[in-house]
C-alpha cells in the first residue's frame, strides 16, 4: 500500500480553507470541526465531530483512522487545536513547563497525523517568520514560541495555500491553491500532479485529493 497523503492547506482566515472542503464525499470523510463553526456550504459530513478538548481531537482522529467507513480524514484546524493546547497548558502548568507541555502536545499531534493511513487534511493560519539574519521572510503554519517555529510542515508530504484574488466583473474574490513556492511560503507538491506549467488550482480539497491519488496510482 502507498503511502497516503498527509496535505496542510494554510491561509489567512476568510481565504477559502474551509470552503474547499464542499466537494469531499459527505459519506465517507471524516470531519473533526475542532473550529466549532457551521460550515460554509449547504449540506454536513456523515462523520462531524466537535470536540471540546486537545484529548478529544487526539483520540477522535484515532477512532476515525480505525473506522473503515471513513476514507479521508480533515483537521479543521491545526491552528484551534494549539489554542486548545495553550488554555490547557495554562490551567495546569506554571512557568517553563506551560510551553513544554505545548511543544509536547504539537509533537504528539504530528505523531497521530503521520500514523493515519489514510489521506489526511489539516487546516492552519499562518505567520510571517524571517532567517536568523532577519532578511528573507516566508509564510509558515503559525505556532506560538521558537521550537515549531517553520517545521510543522515537514510532516507533511503536500502544503498548499489558499489565496484570494479579484476577477474583474467579478463581485465576489476567487479563492484559489498555490502550486508553486515562490520562495515567500513554505507551498510543496510534485510538479507533475497538476502539470509543470499550472501555477495554481481552484481551492478544491477534491480536486487535489483526485489529483493525488491519479498521480500515485
Known amino acids: 500500500?502507498?503511502?497516503p497523503y498527509k496535505v496542510l492547506l494554510v491561509g489567512a482566515s476568510g481565504r477559502g480553507k474551509t470552503y474547499s472542503l464542499r466537494n469531499m464525499n459527505r459519506a465517507t470523510t471524516g470531519y473533526l470541526n475542532v473550529e466549532k463553526k457551521p460550515l460554509p456550504f449547504k449540506g454536513d459530513f456523515k462523520f462531524n465531530v466537535s470536540p471540546s478538548t486537545h484529548y478529544e481531537v487526539l483520540e477522535t482522529m484515532k477512532l476515525f483512522s480505525q473506522n473503515p467507513e471513513i476514507s479521508t480524514i480533515v483537521i479543521d484546524s491545526f491552528s484551534a487545536y494549539i489554542d486548545m493546547v495553550m488554555l490547557e497548558a495554562r490551567k495546569v502548568k506554571k512557568g517553563y513547563d506551560v510551553f513544554n507541555f505545548y511543544n509536547e502536545q504539537i509533537g504528539l499531534f504530528n505523531s497521530y497525523v503521520k500514523q493515519i493511513r489514510k489521506e489526511t487534511f489539516v487546516t492552519a493560519h499562518y505567520e510571517v517568520i524571517a532567517d536568523e539574519l532577519g532578511g528573507s521572510k516566508e509564510r509558515r503554519a503559525k505556532v506560538k514560541g521558537k521550537e515549531w517555529e517553520g517545521f510543522i510542515e515537514k510532516d507533511?508530504?503536500?502544503v498548499l495555500f489558499t489565496e484570494s484574488k479579484i476577477i474583474p466583473g467579478?463581485?465576489?474574490?476567487?479563492?484559489?491553491?498555490?502550486?508553486v513556492n515562490d520562495g515567500t511560503s513554505s507551498t510543496k507538491i510534485p510538479p507533475e500532479v497538476f502539470g509543470e506549467e499550472?501555477?495554481?488550482?481552484?481551492?478544491?480539497s477534491n480536486l487535489v485529493l483526485q489529483k493525488l491519488k491519479e498521480f500515485s496510482s
Open 1 to 3: 500500500m502507498a503511502e
Open 156 to 158: 507533511y508530504t503536500i
Open 170 to 179: 467579478q463581485a465576489k474574490p476567487k479563492h484559489y491553491f498555490t502550486l
Open 198 to 204: 499550472v501555477l495554481d488550482c481552484d481551492n478544491d
